[in-house]
């Protein structure tokens, strides 16, 4: 077994300081020099600046305070980090469950190319909000004070264009939006990418899969609960879809066979975090390796996440929103050397 590790911020205070805070976490990050090697150094500030100025404008005070602490310009920055203008993504795994109840998913993809890094962060002049870093400012996931949770699930290049990552947008929602509605009517707006869907729900009870390529945005709903993989369902969409949807039609088979409805955020969670379920993988050297698992209840309001193998971190997140910090500075899982292909 080999360790896996995520460094825990938390910071309050202005974008600018969340900024410069979290920049001083990532200092030795390996990460950094992926990023510096993958951004495109085409990318024109000025777009990133009239986007982020039109849907999330503190956002470059944090980048500001990011490029303070790394030593660089915001220009750099900018380009570096805020998902605008990305290469192209490697396929990535990623399964989740919302209802009106609960929100729970794993994200599925290779710890070389993570951020190690779960955030909390109570800036003032947005949301604040808790979840696992993706290019510093971004989020695989997340959950915000107000008790909206999301998530990413990649489904394909096609029709790939200039636009925002899909960790930005997510970023951008947990900042600025209450509820599902909200997120829907956000991501009509933003010029996406690439193909994604994204799992949403409220603390309203309201959730949905938003279905996402750069030229449409499609919504599927329902009162029971629904399951979010790596394909579209929607009719008018399955031309994006990749044509090898083996492992993400069965992960959605298993779900639907499974009463994920009568279960309890506890059983839901270890449905998805135990090392012999359907949902969880270790092909890590093929991209696709289950990094961490994330689990809150719009009832309880308590989150609980853990890395693989690892202890899970439960919380009610007003106790953190309220000002009271957490006792540890990381998390820590461990994950298998060699890896398991599936027959």
Not at 109 to 120: A, Q, V
Not at 190 to 215: M, Q, R
């Amino acid at each position: 077994m080999e360790e896996i590790q995520a460094d825990i911020i938390q910071a309050r205070g202005s974008a600018y300081t969340i900024g410069k805070q979290t920049a001083a976490v990532y200092t030795g990050n390996p990460i950094l020099q992926q990023f510096s090697q993958l951004s495109s150094a085409l990318t024109e500030y000025e777009e990133i600046k009239a986007l982020f100025t039109s849907y999330a404008p503190h956002l470059l005070d944090e980048i500001q305070g990011l490029a303070d602490g790394l030593g660089i310009t915001q220009h750099e920055a900018a380009v570096l980090y805020s998902g605008y203008n990305m290469p192209r993504p490697e396929a990535l795994g990623c399964s989740a469950y919302v209802d009106q109840h609960h929100y729970v998913r794993n994200y599925d993809f290779s710890p070389s190319l993570y951020d190690h890094c779960l955030s909390f962060i109570a800036p003032t002049e947005a949301y604040g909000s808790i979840g696992y870093n993706l290019q510093l400012i971004g989020r695989h996931d997340g959950v915000n004070e107000r008790g909206l949770a999301i998530g990413l699930h990649f489904v394909s290049n096609f029709g790939y264009r200039k636009g925002l990552s899909a960790w930005t947008v997510i970023r951008i929602a947990l900042d600025m939006c209450e509820t599902t509605q909200q997120v829907i009517d956000l991501f009509r707006q933003l010029p996406h990418a690439a193909c994604y869907n994204f799992s949403v729900g409220d603390a309203k009870g309201a959730h949905a899969v938003i279905e996402v390529t750069p030229e449409k945005t499609s919504v599927r709903s329902s009162e029971a609960g629904l399951n979010c993989v790596n394909h579209f369902k929607q009719d008018e969409l399955e031309a994006y879809n990749r044509q090898d949807m083996t492992s993400s039609a069965k992960r959605d088979n298993f779900l639907l066979s499974t009463n994920t409805a009568s279960m309890t955020q506890k059983e839901l969670f270890a449905l998805f975090s135990d090392s012999a379920s359907p949902l969880f993988f270790e092909d890590y050297d093929q991209l696709f390796g289950t990094l961490h698992t994330f689990a809150y209840s719009f009832k309880t309001k308590r989150l609980m996440t853990a890395l693989p193998r690892g202890n899970k971190l439960e919380l009610d997140i007003e106790d953190w929103f309220s000002g009271r910090d957490l006792g540890i500075n990381a998390m820590y899982g461990k994950i298998k050397k060699e890896p398991i292909h599936e027959g």
